[in-house]
């Protein structure tokens, strides 16, 4: 039997995800964001669903033109890059960049002559459990002043994007950044510019701890936010999914190593942490959902820690899980919904621990548990 930890992926459910958020949004390209889980096979799958890609590297490009995509179609929403890669990007095909300063506009420009651009707004990640909030975007007047400087570069000015923050838990979360767009659609146009795309970026939600509503209320709400806002002059609209089409298609498979007490406090090591794939539970702003092959007795609070060496690997000390009172050395415990941002941040060779690998069943196995 394989050594835990591993990441079981079920692409059916992946694929029915993507079906689910095309449904939601018709009309509405879906572009999956590829640093979410870069599995070939996931991105083949997805790819004949009819999604398009999101990328932010040289490395996620290669990945989605190897699935079948072509590089016309992919969207590089990093707003932040390396020259070279801008270029190679370019010269491979991709079009269209994601900017928020001046200094990024410039180099697009210089690196990918005549490519279209996206100035990020800046919005406040309310009601989302992992808030992007501070690292990028800029307020809806340096949005017009990026665009416009882009066009006076040789760019085309394409539009705008955002986004609301990871696992966004509030659909009318998307209705401000909508409005602030169409105020930066407004002044482009009266600028003589012709903006024609807006990107509503991810955060659509995995089944983590706690409630968000059903895929269809997303939809219903940007949809009404995009016809207030931009009413007859509505733009071409795209969306960068990750967690909420991967997340439910995985389940990260660990292992017991031990059950201590220290201070009156239940501590359960795994053989899977912060550095193995849960990076995500730093500051616990993600909680997956946990079953285990000890279930079906009383429980109690833990604090889990991963394999390594390093004190930041501590899983929810603040907020315990509750796990079985009989769990032991060698018991599973098995974390749902975990598709999403587990292999690609597995950190390769950390304390020697090999990166998280995958395993990739057929239809079905995993949709009762999942």
């Known amino acids: 039997m394989q050594t835990t930890p591993w990441l079981d992926l079920d692409l059916d459910i992946a694929a029915c995800r993507l079906g689910e958020l095309q449904d ?43 699935a079948g995509a072509d590089a016309g179609d992919l969207l590089y929403s990093n707003p932040v890059k390396r020259r070279a890669d801008v270029a190679a990007a370019h010269a491979l095909g991709v079009r269209i ?43 809806s007047a340096d949005c017009v002043r990026l665009l416009l400087t882009a066009a006076r570069l040789g760019l085309d000015p394409a539009g705008v994007a955002f986004h609301v923050g990871s696992q966004q838990r509030d659909p009318a979360a998307w209705g ?13 146009h009266e600028a003589g510019a012709r903006p024609w795309l807006l990107d509503l970026g991810g955060g659509f939600p995995a089944r983590h701890e706690g409630h968000h509503p059903p895929l269809a209320g997303y939809g219903r709400a940007i949809e009404q936010a995009l016809t207030g806002a931009f009413g007859p002059r509505r733009p071409r609209t795209v969306v960068e999914p ?36 849960l990076v995500e539970t730093v500051d616990e702003a993600i909680r997956y959902r946990m079953i ?18 390093d004190s930041v690997d501590v899983l929810y000390q ?15 415990v098995r974390l749902l919904s975990a598709g999403a941002y587990t292999t690609c941040y597995s950190t390769v060779g950390f304390n020697g621990f090999a990166p998280l690998p995958t395993r990739v069943w057929p239809a079905c196995r995993l949709r009762g548990a999942a």
């Not at 420009?109 to 707004?121: I, S, T």
């Not at 950044?177 to 659609?185: E, R």
Request: a negative charge; glycine letters at 12%.
């Open 24 to 66: 939601a949004l018709p009309g509405t390209a879906v572009h999956y964001a590829v640093k979410a889980n870069p599995h070939p096979s996931l991105l083949s799958r997805l790819h004949e669903g009819g999604a398009r890609f999101d990328v932010a590297s040289p490395a996620e490009v290669a990945a989605a033109m190897a």
């Open 97 to 139: 960049f994601v900017v928020d300063s001046a200094e990024e506009t410039a180099k697009v420009a210089e690196a990918a002559p005549g490519a279209a651009v996206l100035a990020r707004l800046a919005t406040s990640g309310e009601g989302s459990d992992w808030s992007l909030s501070r690292k990028y975007g800029c307020s």
């Open 176 to 188: 401000p950044p909508i409005a602030a767009a169409a105020t930066v659609f407004e002044a482009l």
């Open 242 to 277: 990750g967690r909420g089409i991967v997340g439910d298609a995985g389940i990260l498979v660990t292992s017991v190593l031990a059950v201590t007490w220290r201070d009156g406090v239940r501590w359960v090591y795994l053989d899977a942490g912060v550095f193995t794939g």
């Open 292 to 309: 285990t092959t000890a279930d079906g007795g009383p429980t109690g609070p833990v604090v889990l820690a991963g394999p390594t060496c």
């Open 318 to 332: 603040r907020s315990p899980v509750h796990l079985p009172l009989t769990l032991r050395e060698g018991d599973q």
